[in-house]
């Protein structure tokens, strides 16, 4: 009990002092100051560019100027699943892995195949990692095992995952 009313003291003191709320004054004046400081900190950040950077990535390439040329290059890859013929299905999931890979190298991801490339990433980076890779061993099975077989529906399913990747890093849409 006497700690509170010793509390309870103190407080009455420094309440009517008028050096402790000159001190308030001060802090909270410091206080509005430092918040202004900081939204116009930030605002500028934001209009240089690099809040962006900072939250999007650093150095990440702009596929931006590309896409046209990616979109038409993505849709035959596409057009090859409308085939009958399992080498074409074939074809299709070599051609959107060997698109990933060229497009992961030149986002400078390092390393010569694409399981290389796909191995030093995180879900961070790619949300879709884990789907990736799978993706890429049966593109695998299909380059070393010749009797491999894929059917439409893998094929597609396979692609879709490939060209997920591609949209996270928006080489397509």
Known sequence: ??????????NSVLGDSALFLTFRFLLAFYLIIILITTVLLLIQLFRLGYLTELLVGAGRPNFKAQKSRAQKRWQKIVDRLKSDQSNEYKAAVLEAANFLNETLEAAGYAGETLGEKLNQMSEGQFENIEQLKEANLIKNKIVQEDSFTIGQDEARQTIEIFAEGLRLLEVID
């Not at 009990?1 to 103190?10: D, L, S, V």
């Open 1 to 10: 009990m006497e700690t509170i009313q010793w509390m309870e003291e103190i």
